[in-house]
C-alpha cells in the first residue's frame, strides 16, 4: 500500500520492542463482542492511483461542468477567474500540509498570511477588526447574531427577506436550539421600512443582505442608526464579495457586524464548499467574536512575529462558558483569498467590480428585452431577478438540456413561499448572475434558448 | 517593524544564545530563511498582478451607492507575490517536512492525488445549485461516500453538510434534543455529562444548546469512572458526550456497559469521532452502541489542515436519530439522483439546515479518494500501523519519559511531565526545545487531567527510521533536562526558528489585529528595520 511505509520486518521488530506478539494484543481493550476478526465486509479493497483517477473521472463525466457551458448561476456562489498563481500557492505543501498555528515559532507563514487576510476584509468591509475567517458566510451569518445576542444580552433578532434562503434557514435553526426569536421580514425591495419600524427595546439585531438574495442594492444608514437609537446591533451580510469594490462598505452604513462569503475571490464554485467567511466587526465588540484572532507582537529577539490571541474566548480554553465552540477556521481558503486580492490590488479590484456590474448590465437588457419578461430590479451588482410569463424551474430544465446554465428558479429556494414579491408568483422568478467570465456568445446563447424556451 | 521595535526597547532580547554569536547580515535575512515585510510594507499604486480587459461603459444601476474612496489595497505584482507567499510558506512546519507528532490532531500524509481529483473539471468547477439533471455525478459520489462512512461506522444514517468537527457536534446534538423534543422530554432532561478530559468543543457545543454539562471524573487507569457515571445518570439527563479513542489515547474498555447505563436511563450517546482513526476498519461505533458521531475528514481521511481548516464533519446517526438529521441530503428516485432541500416533503422530522448548500464536497472528493486508495484492507492496516507506531513511541520512551498510564494505548502516546520534576524544565520548555531538533512539538497540556501531559501522535505515515530518530531526539532531550544544568537552555529554545518565542501576553493585553498606515511611521523603511 503506497502510504504506508512500514514492512512487515518493520512492525515485528516494533511490536518485539513493545514486548507483545501480535498488533491485537494492542487492541485487547477493545470489547471482544465489537473486535471485527476480518476487515469491514461489503467494501472493496485497496486501488492504485491510476484506478482512482478513473473513478473520479467518471464521476465527473456525468456532471455538466460550468467551464464549457454558458454559465449565468449566483444565488450566493459565485464564477470568477482564479488565477493559477492562487492555486499554486494553497498547493504548496508548507500552506496545505499544516496544522492550526499553534506553535507561532515555526507557523509564521500561516499567522502572517491571516493577519494579512483580517487587515484585508476590514478594508473591504469598512470595519475595525476581522477575524481568521469562519466556515463560511452562511454559518458566519449565523454566529454574528449569537454574538449580537452577547453583546446586546437580547434574544430577539430581526431578518430581513432580502436574506440568502439558506441563511436565513441555518439561524432559524440556530434560533429554535439555542433558544432565541427569529423573525423573518419581507423581501427588503419593500422591507426596508417595515424593518426600520420594527426594531424596538428588545431587538438584538437586524440582518440585511447587500446586495440582497434579489439583487437589489441599498443603504442601510437608517437603519443602523434605527438599531443604535434601540440598542440594537446592524448586520449586514455580502454573499457577492467582489460588490465591495464598487459598492460603499457596510461599515460607512454604520453595519456593526459584517458577514461576507468569501468564495468569490480565490476560491471555485466546489459544488458548494468548502468557502471562507469573512466576520468584521467593531473594536468595541472585539473580544465578543467569534474564531480564531491573529495579532501582532515581539520575539524573545524583539522581532515582530504573529500569535493567535484573545483566545480566553474561545472553547479550548474557557470550555463550556466560550463564546462559540468552531475551533476550525477556512485556513485555506483565506489564503487563496488573499493570495487573489494581493494579485488583484485596488486597481485589479476595482476593474474586477467594474467589470461584474458591467457584463449583468448588459446581460439585464437583453433579457429584459425578450418579450414577456420583466428585470425586477431597480439596482444591483451582478445579479438581478426578473419574473418569466411561465413558472422558471421548468424553463431552467429545458435550458440544461442544451447545456446552458441559466440562473436558479426562485422557487428552489423558497418553495411555495407566497410572501415574498406578492404581485408575482414565486414560480416565474428567475435570478440571473453574470461575472467576468460572461461572454458575448454566452449571453446570446441564454438570450436565444430563453425565446424560444418562453 | 516600528512597533516591534519600540516594544523592543529595553528588552535584552533575551537570554544570551547561540543566535548572538551570528554576525549580523545587512539583509537581516539568514540564508534560506528571509524577513518578509507584510504586503501593505510592499505595494506601488501602478503595480497590479492581474490584466483585465477595460469594463464596457454601461449605466450605473448601483443605486447612487458607489464607493467613495479607495479600498487601500496594495498594489503588486505577479513575481512580487509569488516570492512574498512561497518565502512565508518557508516559516511554516508541515506534514511535507516530517514527523508532526501533534496528538490528537492526526497530522498523517496528505496524498496529492486527492488535490487532483477535487480539481477535476466537473468537480471542483460545479455551482451548488446547478439542475440536479447537471450534476448526477456529483450526487453519486456524495452517496458513495456517505455508504462508506455508514458502512465503516456500522451506522444508518448519515447527516453529510457540517463544515467541520464542532460544527457536527452541534448537529449531532441538535438531533438529540430534537428527538428529546419528539418524546416530550427536552425540558426535563437539561443535563450532558462529559469527562473532564473531554476535548472543549463538547462542553462549548452542549452550553450552546443550553445543557447543563456536568463533568465525569477519570479513573486511575485514564478511562471514564463506571460507578461515578451510574451515579451522575438520572431522569435529568439528556446524553453524554464521550470520545472513543478518548483523549488519553486509550480505548474505553467498559464502553459498552457505559453505552447500556446511557440507555438504560433514557439518555443518548453522543460520541466525538475525532480519533476514529485508531479503530477505523477494526471497530464499529455503531457495534458499541453509539447514538450519533461525527467524523473529522480531515484526521481519519486525510483531507489536508491547511493551517486550520477548511475541515468536514459529518455526522453518522443511530436508527433512533436519523429522522432528524438536517437538511439536506441526497436520494435516488429510480435512476436519478435528487437533493432533498429545505421544505421537502420527507419521512422524520428534520431539525433544520446547518450550513449553504451541500456541506464541503472538496472535502468529501479528498476523503473519498483516500478512501478507495486505501479500501477495507489498507483502511484496516492503517489503524493498526497508527496504533503500532504510537505503542512503538510509547515503548521506546517508557523508561526515559513517564507514559501517563500503564498498558497499550491506541493510536497515541500520552506522557505526563513527572520526568521533568525538579529539572526546571517544563512541558513548554521541553516542546519548544523540540523545535531545534527540526520537528514540530506534540500537543501538550491536553487532556488537562494529566499533570503538564505531552500528547504524542505518530501516525501511520512515518517509516521506522523516522521514528526511531524522533525517539532518538527525545530521548536525547530528556536526557538533558535531567542533567539539571541544561534549564536555561530549554528556556531560550527555539534558537532556530524563523522566530524565537512569542510574547504572547502582550499580543493579548495590547490586541493589534490588522495592519494600519500608523503602525509604520513615514520614512521608517520596514526591511531596513527587519535588518537592524
Redesign the interface.
Known amino acids: 500500500m503506497r502510504y504506508l511505509p512500514l514492512t512487515d520486518a518493520d512492525r515485528r521488530d516494533m511490536l518485539a520492542t513493545i514486548g507483545v506478539k501480535s498488533v491485537d494484543e494492542l487492541f485487547r481493550d477493545v470489547p471482544q463482542s465489537a473486535r471485527l476478526g476480518a476487515k469491514v465486509a461489503g467494501l472493496p479493497d485497496h486501488l492504485g492511483e491510476l484506478e482512482v483517477e478513473r473513478a473520479f473521472q467518471a464521476y465527473a463525466a456525468k456532471n455538466v461542468s460550468p467551464s464549457v457551458a454558458p454559465f449565468f448561476i449566483g444565488a450566493g456562489a459565485y464564477r470568477h477567474h482564479v488565477p493559477a498563481t492562487v492555486d499554486y500557492m494553497i498547493q504548496r505543501g508548507e500552506f496545505l500540509t499544516s496544522y492550526t498555528p499553534y506553535q507561532p515559532e515555526v507557523t509564521q507563514g500561516t499567522l502572517q498570511y491571516l493577519f494579512e487576510f483580517q487587515t484585508q476584509v476590514t478594508l473591504l468591509t469598512g470595519m475595525e477588526v476581522a477575524n481568521a475567517s469562519m466556515y463560511d458566510g452562511s454559518t458566519g451569518t449565523s454566529e454574528a447574531v449569537l454574538m449580537a445576542n452577547r453583546v446586546t444580552r437580547r434574544h430577539k433578532a430581526l431578518i430581513s427577506g432580502g436574506l440568502h434562503p439558506h441563511y436565513r434557514a441555518i439561524i432559524e435553526t440556530t434560533a429554535k436550539w439555542e433558544g432565541f426569536q427569529a423573525t423573518i421580514g419581507k423581501v427588503d425591495a419593500e422591507g426596508l421600512e417595515e424593518l426600520i419600524a420594527s426594531v424596538d427595546k428588545e431587538t438584538s439585531c437586524v440582518v440585511v443582505q447587500n446586495p440582497s438574495f434579489f439583487g437589489h442594492v441599498r443603504d442601510f444608514t437608517r437603519l443602523a442608526e434605527a438599531c443604535h437609537a434601540a440598542g440594537a446591533l446592524l448586520i449586514v451580510v455580502v454573499t457577492e464579495v467582489v460588490s465591495l469594490g464598487l459598492l460603499k462598505p457596510p461599515g460607512e452604513m454604520g453595519a456593526d457586524i459584517v458577514v461576507c462569503e468569501g468564495q468569490s475571490i480565490g476560491n471555485g464554485l466546489g459544488f458548494g464548499g468548502p468557502y471562507v467567511g469573512l466576520f468584521a466587526t467593531k473594536e468595541k465588540y472585539m473580544r465578543q467574536m467569534p474564531g480564531r484572532l491573529v495579532g501582532e507582537t515581539v520575539d524573545a529577539d524583539g522581532k515582530r512575529g504573529f500569535v493567535l490571541t484573545l483566545s480566553t474566548r474561545e472553547q479550548h480554553i474557557r470550555r463550556e462558558k466560550a463564546t462559540s465552540n468552531i475551533c476550525t477556521n477556512a485556513g485555506l481558503c483565506a489564503l487563496a483569498f488573499t493570495v487573489h486580492l494581493t494579485l488583484l490590488g485596488e486597481a485589479g479590484f476595482r476593474r474586477l467590480s467594474e467589470l461584474n456590474h458591467a457584463k449583468a448590465s448588459q446581460l439585464a437588457d437583453k433579457v429584459g428585452a425578450l418579450p414577456g419578461v420583466k428585470v425586477l430590479n431597480d439596482s444591483f451588482f451582478n445579479e438581478f431577478t426578473v419574473s418569466l410569463p411561465k413558472a422558471a424551474a421548468p424553463v431552467v430544465e429545458t435550458l440544461a438540456a442544451k447545456r446552458i446554465l441559466g440562473g436558479v428558479p426562485v422557487s428552489r429556494l423558497l418553495p411555495g413561499d407566497k410572501s415574498l414579491h406578492s404581485d408575482k408568483s414565486v414560480e416565474n422568478l428567475l435570478l440571473l448572475a453574470a461575472t467576468e467570465t460572461a461572454t458575448e456568445e454566452g449571453m446570446a446563447s441564454l438570450v436565444g434558448a430563453l425565446k424560444e424556451a418562453l | ?1 516600528a ?3 519600540d ?2 526597547q529595553g ?1 535584552s ?3 544570551a544564545t547561540g ?1 548572538s554569536m551570528e554576525a549580523p547580515t545587512f539583509t537581516g535575512n539568514r540564508a534560506l530563511q528571509i524577513e ?1 515585510p ?3 510594507e510592499m ?1 506601488q ?6 490584466d ?2 477595460e ?14 474612496g ?7 505584482s ?1 513575481p512580487q ?2 516570492q ?3 518565502r ?10 516530517g514527523v ?1 507528532p ?1 496528538g490528537s ?1 492526526t ?1 498523517k ?3 496529492r ?1 486527492n ?17 440536479v ?6 450526487l ?2 456524495i452517496d458513495r461516500l456517505a455508504h ?1 462512512l455508514k ?2 461506522t456500522g451506522m444508518p444514517a448519515v447527516a453529510m453538510s457540517p ?5 457536527g ?2 448537529c449531532g446534538m ?1 438531533a438529540i ?2 428527538a428529546l423534543d419528539a418524546k416530550g422530554e427536552r425540558a426535563k432532561r437539561r443535563t450532558v455529562l462529559a469527562p473532564e478530559s473531554a ?3 463538547n ?8 445543557f447543563t ?1 456536568k463533568p465525569i471524573p477519570a479513573n486511575e487507569k485514564g478511562r471514564v469512572d463506571l460507578a461515578a457515571l451510574k451515579a451522575a445518570l438520572g431522569p435529568d439527563v439528556a446524553a453524554i458526550m464521550l470520545t472513543n479513542p478518548n483523549t488519553c489515547g ?4 467498559e ?2 456497559e457505559i453505552s447500556k447505563a446511557v440507555h438504560d436511563a433514557g439518555a443518548y450517546f453522543y460520541c466525538d469521532g475525532a480519533n476514529f482513526n485508531a ?1 477505523v ?4 461505533p455503531g ?2 452502541g453509539v447514538d450519533c458521531m461525527h467524523i473529522n475528514l480531515h484526521k481519519t481521511f486525510s483531507t ?9 464533519g459529518p455526522v453518522v446517526l443511530s436508527a433512533a436519530l436519523a429522522p432528524y438529521a ?2 439536506p441530503w441526497i436520494v435516488k428516485n429510480g435512476d436519478k439522483w435528487e437533493v432533498a ?4 416533503k420527507v419521512d422524520g422530522a428534520p ?13 468529501f ?1 479528498r476523503a473519498l ?1 483516500y478512501i ?11 489503524a ?2 497508527a ?3 504510537a ?2 513511541v ?3 520512551l517508557q523508561d526515559t519519559m513517564t507514559p501517563a498510564f500503564d ?2 494505548c ?1 493510536h497515541e502516546a500520552l506522557f505526563d511531565d513527572t520526568f521533568l520534576k525538579d529539572t526546571g524544565v517544563s512541558t513548554l520548555d521541553f ?2 526545545a523540540m ?1 531545534d531538533e527540526g520537528y ?2 506534540m500537543t501538550m497540556y ?1 487532556p488537562l487531567v494529566v499533570h503538564g501531559a505531552m500528547l504524542i501522535e505518530p501516525t ?5 527510521e ?1 521514528l526511531d530518530q524522533f525517539i532518538g531526539a527525545l530521548k536525547s532531550l530528556a536526557e538533558r533536562a535531567k542533567s539539571g544544568t541544561a534549564a536555561e537552555a530549554f528556556k ?1 529554545a ?1 534558537l532556530y ?8 501576553t ?3 493585553r495590547k ?5 494600519k498606515p500608523s ?1 509604520n511611521p513615514p520614512g521608517i523603511d520596514p526591511m531596513k528595520q ?1 535588518a537592524e
Open positions: 517593524m512597533q516591534s521595535m516594544r523592543s528588552r532580547g533575551g537570554i543566535s518578509e507584510l504586503i501593505f505595494g499604486p501602478g503595480r497590479t498582478g492581474v483585465l480587459p469594463p464596457p461603459k454601461v449605466k450605473d444601476r448601483l443605486n447612487g451607492l458607489r464607493r467613495a479607495e479600498v487601500g489595497l496594495p498594489g503588486l505577479e507575490v509569488v512574498h507567499y512561497t512565508l510558506s518557508q516559516k511554516n512546519y508541515a506534514i511535507d517536512m508532526y501533534l490532531c497530522m500524509h496528505n496524498p492525488i488535490e487532483k481529483v477535487a480539481r477535476f473539471a466537473g468537480i471542483g468547477d460545479l455551482h451548488p445549485l446547478q439542475p439533471s447537471t450534476v448526477q455525478g456529483a453519486e459520489l462508506w458502512t465503516l463544515a467541520a468537527g464542532a460544527h457536534e452541534m441538535m434534543a430534537a476535548h472543549g468543543t462542553p462549548a457545543t452542549a452550553a450552546a444548546l443550553g454539562v486509550l480505548f474505553e474498555s464502553i459498552v479503530i476498519g477494526r471497530v464499529r457495534d458499541l489536508p489542515h491547511g493551517g486550520g481548516g477548511p475541515g468536514a438536517p437538511y432541500e429545505d421544505g421537502a431539525l433544520g439546515r446547518l450550513k449553504a448548500f451541500h456541506g464541503q464536497m472538496g472535502m472528493t479518494a478507495m486508495s486505501h479500501g477495507a484492507d489498507g483502511l484496516k492496516q492503517v493498526e500501523d496504533v503500532l507506531s505503542n512503538y510509547m515503548a521506546a498498558g497499550p491506541m516542546a519548544k523545535i514540530h512539538p491536553f501511520e505515515s512515518q517509516a521506522k523516522d531560550a527555539p526558528s524563523p522566530r524565537r518565542r512569542l510574547d504572547e502582550l499580543a493579548a490586541p493589534i489585529l490588522r495592519w503602525n527587519a
